[in-house]
């Protein structure tokens, strides 16, 4: 059985000042996000509500004690509403903020306890790459393991996620093609994942067709015209979180999460380190089923051969954003091992939606592959 669902309420507005007023944002709601996002778009519309800037607690990934330390500011602050604004790192916070019960914050994503939400839950994404906003999983850096963790349960789903162009308006170029790449990852996983539907591959399919076409007229027309795009990237993301919040994402996730956990990589670059080499061992080991399909879907939008899709696909992501190898992250040889481990004992809810199953040694291979 394959199931569907779409989740939570879409909605669009031009401009931040309509939202808040038609949210009536307030004395009753908790605003987590970034100062640099705040101060300009929202600080003016919006009275009495409690503002936690992430950044106040620490920098990089998201992680547990970053969650501790904010949940003792506000655990004695009546809320009835959370809203995140910001990336993926602060959406996936703020769904733990929306829960009855957060901490032990390892507990909860070690599934020691049961989720159950008894706050609405707004979010607002500014980045156009997670598409966390209508999917059911927080990802955090748990220090009970050292190692990323993803916590999928409807019960951190939101009730509304509330699109802005505006915000994307002042997005630096790397963090716009970190974080569009990750959509692509995102939208091209689902679609070879064995729990992939009709109705997940509709999306993923439009995400992939709107994100590579936008690279293209980027690469032609140059970087300065990338404020063209804004709207049809920010759909894009989140087409491509509700194909891969259905169907789910595969082995690029999976490696990508020790590299990011380690070395503090951002999670849209660290995902394309491993990108097109994931998929080069898919066609190896298994060239047929969907990822016949998708090669078909990719040369058609790239007008290349189905045999090239991959390399004109690096070609085209490397004119948006240069890749680095893994010593370029401070990566040492020891970590290959460390890092395939990972994968084989802490990442089975993600290799379990691989388009196939991969072993260990063309786990490490691929890590070697790229070192």
């Known amino acids: 059985m394959k199931n569907f669902k779409l989740s939570p309420e879409i909605v669009l507005f031009d401009r931040c000042q309509e939202f808040c007023k038609e949210f009536n944002i307030g004395e009753k709601d908790l605003i987590i996000t970034n100062e640099y996002i705040y101060k300009p778009y929202f600080e003016s519309y919006v009275k009495n509500a409690t503002v936690i800037y992430r950044r106040d607690f620490g920098s990089g990934e998201p992680n547990d004690k970053m969650v501790e330390a904010i949940y003792q500011k506000v655990k004695n602050i009546n809320f009835e509403r959370v809203i995140g604004i910001g990336g993926g790192s602060i959406l996936d916070i703020a769904k733990l903020f929306s829960l009855e019960k957060l901490t032990p914050v390892c507990d909860l994503f070690e599934k020691k306890f049961e989720p159950v939400k008894n706050k609405k839950l707004i979010l607002i994404p500014t980045t156009c790459g997670t598409g966390s906003e209508v999917t059911n999983i927080s990802v955090l850096h748990l220090s009970s393991i050292n ?212 072993d260990r040694d063309t786990i490490y291979n691929i890590y070697k592959s790229l070192y």
């Open 147 to 358: 190692s990323k963790l993803g916590l999928a349960n409807d019960e951190i789903l939101a009730d509304y996620a509330v699109l802005i162009p505006e915000l994307l308006e002042v997005l630096p170029f790397n963090v716009f093609a970190t974080s569009s790449i990750d959509a692509l990852i995102h939208s091209i996983e689902s679609l070879v994942s064995p729990k992939s539907s009709l109705f997940t591959e509709m999306y993923s399919v439009e995400a992939m067709k709107i994100i590579l076409r936008g690279f293209k007229n980027i690469v032609t027309n140059g970087k300065d015209s990338l404020h063209n795009y804004l709207h049809d990237f920010l759909i894009a993301s989140t087409y491509a979180g509700i194909a891969f919040g259905n169907a789910g994402c595969g082995a690029v996730h999976a490696m990508s999460y020790p590299l990011g956990s380690i070395y503090h990589v951002p999670h849209g670059e660290s995902n394309y380190v491993f990108f097109t080499e994931v998929f080069k061992t898919y066609e190896r080991l298994n060239p047929n089923g969907k990822l016949e399909k998708l090669n078909k879907i990719l040369a058609e939008i790239l007008n290349c051969s189905v045999e090239n899709v991959f390399d004109e696909i690096e070609n085209l992501l490397y004119k948006i954003l240069p890749k680095k190898t893994l010593q370029g992250y401070g990566a040492k040889e020891e970590d290959l091992d460390i890092f395939t481990d990972n994968v084989i004992t802490k990442q089975g809810r993600l290799m379990g939606n691989a388009y196939i199953p991969l």
